[in-house]
Each structure stands twice: as C-alpha cells, then as structure tokens.
C-alpha cells in the first residue's frame, strides 16, 4: 500500500516534470525563431507611381539585393516548387519521405546528392548564412523551418525564399536577378525564363559564361519538361520555351532618374527611424522617360556650344507631386560633373523672381500691371543695374517691363518695395536659400545677386497657381499652408486632407487678382519672331512662363506653368563656367517648350478671381489711374488693391498763348487770352530717351520769350569747369592709364538736379554741387547737361593727346 502510494506520487512527479519540460520547450520552440529572420542590408529601390522601377542603389554589403518581394509571381511558384519541393503546400516545414529519400540515394550513391531540404528549410538555411552544413544543424534547421511555417503562410515563406536566394554573382533575390538577366519585372517573365531564375538558386555559379552555361540550360530544361508532364505547360509553349536562348551578359539596371534615386538614398541614410528601402515615389515613369529624352536631345545641341549641363523638374500643382526629376544630363564619355544634382544645387537667380515681385507690388497696391515705369541711367548707392539691349527706353509699362525682362524697372521697383520686404516674402513662400543678411544682397536681388535652387523655384510657382486655383474652391479665401515645397515621395491619397474652415484666410501674402495678372502678363513673355518653332508653339498652348540669365552667361533658367503643371528648366555648366550663348531663351525655353509640348493638355486656364478684380478706368498712356487732365482712357481689370494706386501724375494742363505754340504764365499774358490744355508730360530724364522710341510724344511748348526771361532769365545751367571747352586735354598716368577730367557746372535753382551724357551715354546724376569726372577718349565729344525742367545744355569739344594743343 505505501510502496503503490509512494508510485503513484512519484509517477505524478515525473508527469509534472514531463509537463515543465514539455512546456520549457514549447517556449524555448516559440521564441527560436530569430526576429527579424533576415539581418541582411538592403538595396535602396526606388519606384514610380505605378510601382515601376525608376532607379536603385547597391547594399551597403555590395550585393544587389532589393527588399523583399510584396508578391512572388505566379509562374515562378509553380517552377521553383516544382524544381525544389514538390509537396511545398502540403508539408509542415519539413518533409519526412522527402528526407528518408534523400538518406537512402545518398547511402547507394555513397556521397551526398540530395539534402532533401524543403523550401521552409531553404529560408532558415539563408537566413542563417555560413553555418556548417553538420547533421546538427540540419536538424536546428528543421526545428525552425517547422516554427516558421507557424507564423507564416506559404505564400510568404515563397516570398522570403525568392527574395533571398542567390542568383550568381552578386544579385540576391528574383526581382534583382529579372532585371539584370532580363530587364523586366519578374511578373513578365517567360516560362524558359522563368525556369532558368528557378534553377540557378542551387548552383548559382552557372550563370558565369563557358561551359557552365550549356549545363544551366540542360537544367532550366529538364524543369521546362517536367512541367510540360506535370501538365503545367502545354506542349507548344514548351518547344518554344526551350528554343529560347539563355540571357546574354547581366544588363544594367534601370537609371531613369539617378540624382533623385541618389536624393533619396540621401535622405533615408540621414532618417534616424527604421526606413523601408523601398521607396514609392510620384514620378510617372513615362513622363520621367519624356523628359530624359528632351534633355537628352537638347543636350547634344547645347555641347556644341560648351554648354555641358542641364536640369529639368516637372510636379503637379494641385497634388505638389514630382512626376518628372532630371538632375543633370548623362555624358558617360565627358564626365562633365554630371553627378551634380542641380535640382538641389543653388545658382544665381537671373530674372526668375521678377513675377514674385511683380505680383507683390499689385497685392499691396504699389504697381498698376499698365503703370509707366523710368527706364532711365540709375546708379543707387554705387549700384548701377544695365539692360541686357544697354540701351534705355526712358518709360515703359510694368508689364512690357516684365514681359521684356527689363532690369533697370525691375531695380526701382524693388527700391520702392524695398529689399528686406521682398526678402522676407520670398523667405515666407519657399525660397531656402538666403542665408546672408537682406542688406547683404541689396538691389542686386531682383537680377541675381542671391542663388536659388531650381527645387525651390519650381515649388514657389506651384504654390502661387495652386493658391490661385484654390481661391475659388475656398470660397474666395486662402489657405496659407498651400505655399509648400514639391514632393516626391507618394503619400497615401487617403491622409491628405483638406484645410478646415477656420483654417482659411481672407488675405495672402500674394493674393489671386495679383498672381491672376501676373500669369496674364507671363503669358506675353517675349520670344524672339525669326525663330519659327516659337510662333509654331504660340498657337498650341497658353503657357505663363519667365525666363532668366545670371550675370557673366553662367545660367540659364526657364519657368513655366500653366493650370496643372509647373516645369522648371535649368542649362548651363556645373562648374560655373559661363558662356556667351547661355541665356534662358535660347538655352533653357526651348527645353521647357518641348516640356510641356509632351504633357497633357486640356486647354483650361486660370478663372479670374473676380472678388478680387475690379473694372477701373486707367490712363491709356500712363497706366496709372485717371486724373482730371488725361485725355484718353482705358478701362481694364486690375486687382482691387490697386484703387490705392496713385492717379495719372503725367497729364498736367498747360497755359498756352492764342497761338497754342507758346507757353504762357499769368505774368506775361492775360489769363483771358490763355488757351488750357491738358499734356502728357515725362520728367526730363525720362523724357530724354522716350521721345526717341515714340514718335508720338510732343515735349512741351517753350515758353515764349518774353515768359521764359520773367521765369528765368536766361539759361539756368552754365559750364564752370573748364571755362574754355573747345578743345580740352586729359593727362595720362605713367601706368597708361588716363585721368579723369572733372567738369563743373552751376544751376541757378539751388537744389536743381542735372543729368549728365556723354555721347548721348548716361554718365550720372548730380544735384546741389554739379561735380562729374569725364574720362573721354582722344576725339570729339558732346556733353548734353539735362535738368529736372526738362531744359538743356549741349556742348562740342575735343579731347587732344599728349603734345597736341
Ligand atoms: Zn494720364
């Protein structure tokens, strides 16, 4: 009785224990399984919208081995189960007859043939690369196999397999190898093709050229038979399969967009959180193929002119999306530092952000679009701005102006915005590279004086059209967070929300009347008219577009935008070398045109926000508002803003004698027998050169003799220095270089300003002390001394040489 109770409490000990160790390895079983499986590094793919393949990079262990697959091709199950584990979806992990089989045929054939390893084995077997290939750890294998297929389903174990097995050389994995064997995805893929992908893994080294090569093909087409018995494949696809040829040397992988694929990889190195190296972008593969094409077209037309570099981007406005990132052209023989992304590289801004100051202006009610501005000599504080013609047209309209892409307008215009406003709007809707003071840069901003990046360039101008296309979609009213950079990765369309109501705004910083006109008058951009591909295209598309040139020819740039696109070109060197026929027009336009010439379009253009527009009637020849004196009137559209813009300063009435060829004041004629007249009148300076150019313009009437001595006296300007100006001589340094002569001259209006020529050459401007160093060449020469009322000095005289006199 003790000894069966003594038994029975020993029987139910074991049975305890036999539970603990049971469960002790049930645990050390579940958690046996390595997490994660593969430590391996992985190749950065990156991919287009369609889940295209745009370009990668290789693993940091120099293998190319793309992440795992999402999905192992159909064809490609059926072969590798066929060729590697025929009962695949039916074992556990591990396949007992399959390893009693190999057992025996490696007993009779007395070395090992046959490891009757299942596919599940396989995956462990790579994911624990280098381990002895002992009983011992057969058997850890077929442990782990069985507890792998607990957590995952066959159809991901075929995944992992396909994804990590080794395909000669050193690409990893069937996506890897299907594109370098055969430059397709693995999803179209032949059956011979197919078969050869699922028989290398084994003997990976086949691949290699020579003998090996008829022993792949033996071996891909005893696979292509044994699914032609297994009724996988008809007989006719099986004779064509095996005629096909085995793949010639690995081709390249695809490139179609390799700064943006190095961009990427860029930032993913630089993102501390855990990153999938397969990477979705917005690129639209074949309008990324399009672009590369332009680019690569206009790149043999500009190297004939040593012009090496070039950069194209191409988003969406409303999405913000990248559809097409060229970073530079692709030169494998110049090697003209065609790494350099220049897409992200700053360069000089040329007159690309004229249109910002443009609509800037018109927002704040500081410019009318038809508003007269000087186009006259400017020197401010030692800065004095040229035309690219070098000429002057004394006056012209704003939007001719930037139409024309004239710089001296350009200068007095932001002198009257000022600098540091125009410096920190540009900040504000995206530009990121101002990185010195405001005053730093001066005047010089609006033509160049800071760089830009083409990134940032092409995502300000998608900001303004899409603020502008979303102004009647809220309601007449902004959202300030549509000003954002471009984006290249895809998001889920799901997680893109719209703005809340109380998020939206009732002004902008740049509001829809002004970017409206502002586009308008880009739509006039000036091309030149014995170039018949610009007439050609004129007709096709409505295209709102600026084009720029830094100074010393060293780039080009070219923007363009129309409702649902912006593209933005660059051309020139990377290395900054500059070149006469580098100019946004003939260099970047044509690349820019040809653009948009592939993308779609459907006709639409901006609606005009008429909240934000009123009718006004303008002075036709000043652009300004009406006044009571301007004689004709126009009546046009402008932003509502510009009600606070001044009226027309430029139609004055004017008091003429009966004869209406006089000037006449109350003190010299009877107001009874004055004739009013209204005129229109430049000042001086202004006038000097725009009588000139329009032959329409009538100075004003002088005043009549005995009027013009009650007002004057006589001339009001006079030569002080030198007295004797007939024939003059200018001293020559030693060095060769020669001496100015300073010339001197006196108002009889105390704070009278004078405009000095030389030649009809602008010299400069002077006011109270009229002081100006002439540096005039041996010869004849005209000095003409223009003052604030319109009257002038002219004078002859001749510079002699030394020993002359
Ligand atoms: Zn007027």
New binding site residues.
Partial sequence: MKNSYSLTRHLTKLRALIILVSLVLLILFWFSLPNPLFNNPYSIVVEDKNNKLVGSIIAEDGQWRFPLVENVPDKFVTAITQFEDKNFFYHPGVNPFSLVRAAYKNIEERKIVSGGSTITMQVIRLSRDGKPRTFYQKFIEMILAVRLELSFSKREILALHASHSPFGGNVVGIETASWRYFGRTPENLSWAETCMLAVLPNSPSLIHPGRNRTRLKAKRDRLLSKLLQSSEIDSLTYELAIAEPLPEKPLSLPKLAPHLTFEISKQLKGSNEEVNPRVKTTIDEATQKRVNAVIESNYNRLKANHIFNAAAIVAEIKSSNVIAYVGNTDDELNKNENWVDVIMAPRSSGSILKPILFAAMLTNGELLPKALLPDIPTQIGGFSPQNFSLGYDGAIPADKALARSINIPAVRMLKSFRTERFYNLLTNIGMTTLTRPASNYGLSLILGGAEVKLWDIAGIYASMARSLNNYSNYGASYYPLDYHALNFIKKDDAKIIGPGFDQLEDNSILNAASLWTTFNTMIDVERPDDHSFWRQFASSQKIAWKTGTSFGFRDAWAIGLNKEYVVAVWAGNADGEGRTGLIGITAAAPILFEIFNSLPYNGEWFEPPYEELVNAEV?A??G?R??E??AEKDSMWIPKSGLEFPV?P??KLIHLDSSEEYRVTADCEPPSQMVHKTW?VLPPAMEYFYKSKDFSYKTLPPYRKDCFDAITGSSPMDLIYPRDIDKIYIPIDLDGTQNSAVFEVAHRKADASIFWHLDDEYLGQTQNKHRMPINAEKGEHKLTLVDMDGNIFETKFEVLSEGEE
């Fill in positions: 002075c020849r000043s300004y009406v006044s004196y301007c027309c430029y139609h229109f």
